[in-house]
């Protein structure tokens, strides 16, 4: 029986599917439940709305159980040509009506929300239609005189204003790259070039980050047309250059909606003659098509549908008549809610801009990183750097690694490593870490040396968690001078903020410690301050994520629990995403703790759960949450507490999650951190006393004086004071994880 005074909500996904619709989908069922709402799908879309009946039905916490890992939506999504008309969108108020619904969360494209935002619009109308043509009763209207309306943007093309990621772009990102390194690695095989075509009719984004992402020669978007005529030249004598300095494979990425500045389209099919015809060269087209759309949902896109899922259903509930229909998005790592109208209209605006071939101000409305991002590009895809300027001072620079190795970290050396030349400055690569300063293991670096590095794990320059002190800060000083380094480039960990946090206090004993010096954050632990998000941490979270999926697939015939470590140090990052993205039920992490009531109320929870026929339990926990309650200690203790009810398996992920060829995010992050940190140092050379710092923030270019570092760090702990995500995600991780009721077949 449904109790009058709770309130409804209606959840559907619409237009393309995206992966990662169905996490939002859990979160908005499961957060509405949890506040106390009842909540119903709308199966297929708006033809589901259109048609009725049992395309709408409540949804209950188990129906979203066991969903998060899988990709396309789980309640279906379709195109309506009948929602496209007023009758039909009558026909779907009607629906909506009779389930007593005026609240819905649209997940969905460009497309689905602008029709959302038109329903809503008419609304008014459509119920005075249908109280005057008897379909419904005037007391039924007044209950619903307003629609409200929440959007969330699944679409993988990252085409939507009002959020700086759109859910399912990573994943097809993670595709697109994949393929890319695949191709990548045959081409260069066979000397061979490859055109690829991916996604984006109106929108550049794939294809200019998977260009970034893979080393890609050339790219085209919409947003940005060749801006001379006779591209087809211009092209072929980069590639051509490149193939002289050395490169074994030549790739070109088109974006499907790619045309020149008239408006023609540039076919794959057509640049894969200019090469052949020009370059002579053995030239394949791979259309990477539907496979973009495919497959299990990053880590980021299911943690974003997870928050913004939940942020939407805040938003439904909360409605009121004044309140606008509303975009949930993402900005500055932040999740946002904004007028929908607006973002729909800005949307529109930029493919009209395109349409009227009006560039600059469509590359303007895609924002200010898209924008730098195209300029890096261009700079990374040169076959040999531009000459340095007669008189120009050339820096020589020192780039090495600190720490332990943080997939992503080769992106940004071979990032610094080109850019610096191409603007006319040298580069020296020093050989694990500070070791190889110390030892004086250093050596220039050319152009040429960083080709391939971005695809790979690891770390080719090495690297070492050394902090020198005593005597090898006289031997750093000593080669720094000897090499004439006049600026440092660090990428790493706390190890190397603690090394230059000590250089520069030493320098008025060591005046060869008076340059300009950089950290760059990467660490998979993303425990560093200032920095949110370090690199490396978003592939460790997906190697995690891939590993914690397969262990829940073993389980298939048993009762079964797992406790499962992950890394991180003193830092519950990877563990708490980890845990939100896999659907763990309970995340252990240091910044909590864990007492042994703690572990009592949890061992209690899991009898309950298996009792009643809960068939698994994923427990996730923060390597370093307890000295005492170890994983093994967990593990054993769960296990004899709860034997002949369920048993319990432990996995100690370890350095599987260091290794891996870096995500795209990260890979992305590293060059965009690479080329900040290399234009930091050239401001600070130009000064009469070159500070030392650590880059925060990509996306707003900060950098923090290292003076400042101290203060921004828990000493005991080695992590930051303030760990941005901790209240911001704890609370929902918690709500979304909490003991499903009694009938649970699987609970997540
Ligand atoms: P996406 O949401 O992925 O952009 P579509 O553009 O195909 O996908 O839109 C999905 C559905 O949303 C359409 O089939 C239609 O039912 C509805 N829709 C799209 N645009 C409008 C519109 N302008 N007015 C009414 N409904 C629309």
């Known amino acids: 029986m449904t109790t009058q005074h709770k309130q409804r909500l209606a959840v559907m996904t619409s237009g393309g599917d995206a992966p990662g619709m169905n996490a939002a989908l859990r979160a908005v069922v499961r957060t509405a439940i949890d506040k106390g709402a009842e909540v119903y799908a709308i199966f297929e879309g708006y033809q589901g709305m259109v048609k009725g009946g049992d395309f709408i039905r409540q949804m209950y916490w188990d129906d979203v159980g066991g969903i998060l890992h899988r990709g396309g939506t789980i309640i279906g999504t379709a195109r309506s040509t009948e929602f496209r008309t007023r009758e039909g969108r009558r026909t779907a108020a009607r629906n909506l009506l009779l389930n007593g619904i005026d609240r819905l969360v649209v997940i969905g494209g460009d497309g689905s929300l602008t029709g959302a935002n038109l329903f809503r619009e008419e609304w008014a109308g459509l119920l005075a239609e249908l109280v005057e043509r008897g379909e419904i009763t005037s007391e039924l209207a007044t209950l619903h005189p307003y629609l409200y309306i929440v959007g969330l943007v699944g679409s993988i093309d990252n085409d939507m204003f009002g959020t ?72 072929c004598q980069a590639l051509g250059e490149g193939r002289k300095a050395g490169r074994r494979d030549s790739i070109v990425i088109v974006a499907e909606g790619a045309c020149d500045t008239f408006g023609n389209p540039i076919k794959s099919e057509y640049v894969k003659k200019v090469l052949e015809d020009r370059l002579g060269e053995d030239t394949r087209v791979t259309i990477l098509g539907h496979v973009q759309r495919g497959g299990s949902p990053s880590a980021f896109d299911r943690n974003l549908s997870t928050l913004s899922g939940y942020a939407a259903v805040e938003e439904i509930l909360k409605a009121t008549p004044e309140s606008e229909a509303k975009l949930i998005g993402i900005i500055n790592n932040r999740i946002t809610a904004s007028p929908l109208m607006y973002c729909v209209q800005q949307t529109h605006a930029i493919a009209n801009a395109i349409n009227q071939r009006d560039f600059q101000r469509a590359m303007e409305l895609r924002g200010k990183s898209f924008c730098e991002a195209f300029e890096t590009l261009r700079t990374l895809v040169r076959g040999k750097p531009r000459p340095s300027q007669p008189g120009q001072r050339r820096l020589r620079i020192g780039i090495l690694n600190t720490g332990g190795a943080a997939p992503g970290m080769n992106t940004a050396a071979r990032a610094a490593v080109r850019y610096a030349i191409d603007r006319g400055h040298i580069m020296y690569g020093i050989r694990n870490g500070f070791r190889g300063l110390i030892d004086g293991d250093l050596h220039e670096m050319d152009w040429m040396s960083v080709e391939d590095w971005t695809a790979v794990g690891g770390a080719e320059l090495g690297t070492t968690r050394v902090v020198p002190s005593g005597s090898e800060l006289y031997a750093i000083a000593r080669n720094l001078e000897e090499y004439q380094l006049n600026a440092l480039l660090v990428i790493g960990g706390s190890e190397g903020y603690q090394t230059i946090h000590r250089l520069s206090t030493e320098r008025t004993t060591f005046p060869a410690f008076n340059i300009p010096m950089v950290c760059l954050p990467a660490t998979i632990n993303n425990d560093l301050p200032g920095s949110e998000l370090s690199i490396g941490a978003d592939t460790a979270l997906n190697s995690i994520v891939e590993v914690v999926d397969k262990i829940k697939q073993s389980a298939v015939a048993s009762r079964r629990c797992f406790v499962v470590e992950v890394m991180g140090r003193y830092c519950g990052y990877l563990a708490l995403m980890s845990g939100m993205a ?54 054993e203790l769960f296990a004899t507490e709860g034997r002949g009810i369920f048993e319990v398996r432990h996995a100690i992920l370890g350095h599987l999650q260091q290794g891996g060829n870096p995500t795209p995010f990260d890979r992305i992050q590293a060059t965009r951190m690479a080329k900040q940190c290399i234009d930091y140092l050239l401001r600070e050379a130009e000064k009469p006393l070159p500070e030392a710092a650590f880059l925060g923030k990509a996306g707003t270019v900060s950098f923090y004086s290292i003076a400042e570092w101290p203060r921004m760090i828990n000493v005991e702990h080695d992590r930051p004071r303030q760990q941005w995500w901790y209240d911001l995600y704890v609370p929902i991780a918690r709500a979304l994880s909490k003991p499903a009721p009694a009938t649970a077949e699987i609970s997540e």
């Not at 393929?179 to 055109?195: E, G, K, L, M, Y």
């Not at 009592?600 to 005492?628: C, P, S, W, Y």
């Open 164 to 235: 700086d990621m759109t859910i399912g772009t990573d994943t097809a990102l993670h595709r697109i790259t994949e393929a890319i390194d695949a191709i990548s690695s045959t081409a260069s095989s066979h000397q061979r070039s490859f055109v690829v075509e991916v996604m984006g009719r109106n929108c550049g984004y794939l294809a200019l980050m998977s260009a970034l992402a893979t080393e890609a020669n050339w790219v085209f978007i919409p947003e940005n047309p060749p801006e001379v005529d006779n591209w087809e030249d211009v092209m």
């Open 582 to 635: 896999t659907g763990a039920e309970r995340v252990y992490m240091h910044e909590e703790g864990v007492t042994i009531k703690d572990l009592q109320a949890d061992l209690e929870h899991l009898i309950e759960g298996f009792r009643h026929g809960k068939r698994l339990g994923l427990i996730i926990r923060n390597e370093k949450t307890h000295a005492v309650y170890s994983t093994s200690f967990m593990a």
